[in-house]
């Protein structure tokens, strides 16, 4: 039964286009992240909040912009996208952020046409 | 700046020999070190870690030692066996949870 339910699993997107990655964790942990897997660079962290603020961003493009509703939600919006923007995104989330197990997402596989 | 770096892109054992993946860090202040195993088209699945405060860490097969002089630590797996085979990645974290992964470790287990 998974945790961290990341939707869609596959998403197409036309180049320009505009598309949310939907991220909800049920483990009633307070701190979530997203990180990017591509061939390019293999696992690269983008954003990570602790009570729905955020706390680091390394994520040059303002066209990522993470999203929390909800304490448990971290969804991750994405504009004007880019073929370069083809990866699968994990949403993460843990209790607390120091030196703590990090649990992972499924990830959403997002390909840019 | 911040990196860790992942010594094998590939490895390949028999199985019933032991492996053996090799990280370096640079950052003096990171305190926690997390393994992850990914399997073809999957997510990442926690493995093992270890806290600055200890030099090794051990569960079942998996043994990680920690060199914090050096900034290198590694991930021993013995007896391996055919669902060892992944890709591992070591990580470190660094300020507000982030986690800096090394660029992965195919590991396959020959029969």
């Known amino acids: 039964d998974p945790k961290i339910i990341q939707k869609p699993k596959y998403l197409v997107a036309v180049t320009g286009s505009e598309k949310i990655l939907i991220c909800e964790q049920y483990?009633?942990?307070?701190?979530m992240y997203w990180y990017r897997q591509s061939a390019k660079k293999p696992l690269e962290f983008m954003f990570s909040?602790?009570?729905?603020?955020?706390?680091d961003n390394q994520t040059a493009s303002s066209r990522f912009q993470p999203q929390s509703s909800k304490k448990n939600h971290l969804d991750l919006q994405i504009t004007a996208l880019k073929p370069d923007d083809s990866a699968t995104y994990f949403c993460a989330s843990s209790q607390g952020q120091a030196n703590t197990e990090v649990f992972f997402g499924k990830g959403t596989r997002l390909t840019v046409v | 700046g911040e990196k860790v770096e992942q010594h094998e892109s590939t490895l390949s054992v028999r199985e019933g020999d032991s492996a053996v993946i090799n990280c370096t860090y640079t950052?003096?202040?990171?305190?926690?070190f997390p393994w992850y195993k990914q399997e073809a088209g999957k997510s990442l699945h926690f493995v093992i870690d270890i806290r600055s405060n200890v030099d090794r860490k051990q569960s079942q097969r998996l043994t990680v030692l920690l060199d914090k002089k050096a900034k290198r630590f590694s991930l021993h797996i013995t007896a391996t066996q055919p669902e060892d085979s992944a890709i591992y990645f070591c990580a470190a974290i660094y300020n507000q949870g982030k986690l800096i992964f090394g660029q992965g470790t195919k590991l396959s287990i020959k029969p």
């Open positions: 483990l009633g942990h307070n701190a």
């Open positions: 909040y602790s009570y729905q603020k955020l706390m």
């Open positions: 950052d003096t202040a990171s305190s926690y």
